[in-house]
């Protein structure tokens, strides 16, 4: 079974992309053939600042190594260090129907939220980001693509690309699979919406400890008392959250006191930032010995790129005769 997932390098990563994405991926490495690329072609359809994306990939391979990803058991690079996926990329755009990526969530959300501020910014690579989404999984015959809910229906694009492709010239490409891990839920942000760095309610998951428990102090509550019973205490932003880094006894045993009344936001946000802070304070320490040696994440991100260009390669060159080129 090979696997295949990337991330945007395009801000500092944070607890949902670490529970929503990261995470799986690394408990992943140990089922198949893992693929898992920093996606800095795809950052460039919002990000505009050369020196922030480099400085970005950087950080998403600290982030990514010192949360427990192993080069040994998996293939990590950079998406532009595979120029074979861009060439893959205008292939399959000749067989994609305008309507297909019309009917896209992800780009129909994103233009309706910069219609108004600046309709300039809604560029070709938003409009055609899933065209290249389905290159990065088609071009390593990838079987299996984790993803959450929301970035389901570019799995089922890709899929209907790939059918529409083979239908034409033949067997080509792989149909892949996506999977939704059903029991993560939407991770919270500070302000109850789904953490994500567009909205600015992102708790990262490396960073300075003040900065970083001011965030979590800033967690959104409702206007109740601490007295008061909260029947509704599984729906509380720092219990979801608290749910996600504290073992389970502890989660549970904070939920109930909520739910009775008695327990105080402060505390909770208190507790919150304790096992938050405790629950990556290895993976800071890996951390800081790989930024250390940025020689040897270079090393990893180049070797894994030496890798996928040879699978890259194969399927490539199996795309372009079977259509002609």
């Known amino acids: 079974m090979r696997i ?5 390098p395009s801000g500092a990563l944070h607890l949902g992309n670490y529970f929503g994405m990261m995470k799986p991926a690394i408990e992943l ?5 893992a693929f898992y690329f920093i996606a800095d072609y795809h950052s460039m ?3 505009f600042d050369a020196a922030q994306r480099r400085r970005n990939t950087v950080d998403v391979a600290l982030d990514f190594l010192a949360c427990g990803l192993d080069p040994r058991r998996s293939v990590f690079f950079r998406q532009s260090d595979v120029p074979e996926v861009a060439e893959l990329t205008w292939m399959l755009s000749t067989v994609t129907p305008m309507g297909l990526l019309e009917r896209c969530h992800s780009y129909k959300d994103k233009k309706a939220k910069l219609a108004g501020d600046d309709l300039d910014r809604v560029n070709h690579g938003l409009f055609a980001y899933p065209v290249l989404m389905a290159a990065d999984i ?5 079987n299996v693509v984790p993803v959450g809910r929301d970035q389901k229906q570019h799995v089922e694009v890709t899929r209907d690309i790939a059918i529409k492709f083979n239908n034409l010239y033949g067997e080509t490409f792989v149909i892949p699979e996506p999977r939704i891990r059903d029991e993560v839920a939407v991770v919270p942000g500070t302000d109850g919406q789904k953490m994500s760095k567009s909205y600015g309610n992102t708790i990262e998951i490396f960073g300075e400890e003040q900065a970083l428990r001011k965030k979590v102090m800033s967690i959104v ?4 008392t601490p007295q008061e019973p909260k029947p509704d205490a599984e729906r509380n932003n720092a219990i979801q959250l608290l749910n996600l880094v504290a073992p389970g006894e502890v989660a549970r045993d ?3 006191r909520l739910r009775a009344g008695g327990l105080g936001y402060g505390d909770l946000k208190k ?3 304790g096992h938050y802070w405790d629950c990556f304070a290895a993976a800071r320490q890996r951390r800081a010995e790989l930024a250390s040696n940025l020689d040897h994440v270079e090393d990893v991100l180049r070797t894994g790129a030496e890798k996928a260009r040879a699978q890259a390669g194969v399927v490539l060159r199996r795309a372009k005769q079977a259509a002609g080129i």
Request: without cysteine; aromatic residues 10%; proline residues 0%.
């Open 4 to 8: 295949l997932s990337g991330i945007q």
């Open 221 to 224: 509550m409702d206007s109740r």
């Open 29 to 33: 490495q140990a089922q198949g053939e």
């Open 254 to 256: 904070y939920l109930e």
């Open 271 to 273: 507790a919150l930032f």
């Open 138 to 142: 088609l071009i390593y015959d990838s």
């Open 45 to 47: 359809t919002s990000l």
